[in-house]
Nanobody, 116 residues
Framework: QVQLVESGGGLVQPGGSLRLSCAAP????????MVWYRQAPGQQRELVAI???????NYADSVKGRFTISRDNAKNTVYLQMNSLKPEDTAVYYC??????????WGQGTQVTVSS
């Protein structure tokens, strides 16, 4: 089974920064658009950022100018650099492929908590 493993979450103060990582098998990483979603308690899952195999990116309005998605093809890893964090960024963050997202298959995610 293909496994996408998120890491890098933690507790950070408002205004702080955090970098999330998502490791994927080369066979899936090299040919897939990758996405980051997040889900806060009691709220629906939200698309945060997307990056194509060619490096094109897009972001939710709520994170534009603060978050940056990138991919390192040599390491088969997707990153989400989060700056100027706000309490409303608190959520479990998930990376995924489009196909797995459509199937409703999600990993464990990584918890991000922004609080003073």
């Amino acid at each position: 089974q293909v496994q996408l493993v998120e890491s890098g979450g933690g507790l950070v103060q408002p205004g702080g920064s955090l970098r999330l990582s998502c490791a994927a098998p080369e066979s899936i990483f090299k040919i897939n658009t990758m996405v980051w979603y997040r889900q806060a308690p009691g709220q629906q899952r939200e698309l945060v950022a997307i990056i194509t195999t060619g490096g094109d990116t897009n972001y939710a309005d709520s994170v534009k100018g603060r978050f940056t998605i990138s991919r390192d093809n040599a390491k088969n890893t997707v990153y989400l650099q989060m700056n100027s964090l706000k309490p409303e960024d608190t959520a479990v963050y998930y990376c995924n492929t489009i196909q797995r997202t459509r199937r409703g298959d999600w990993g464990q995610g990584t918890q991000v908590t922004v609080s003073s």
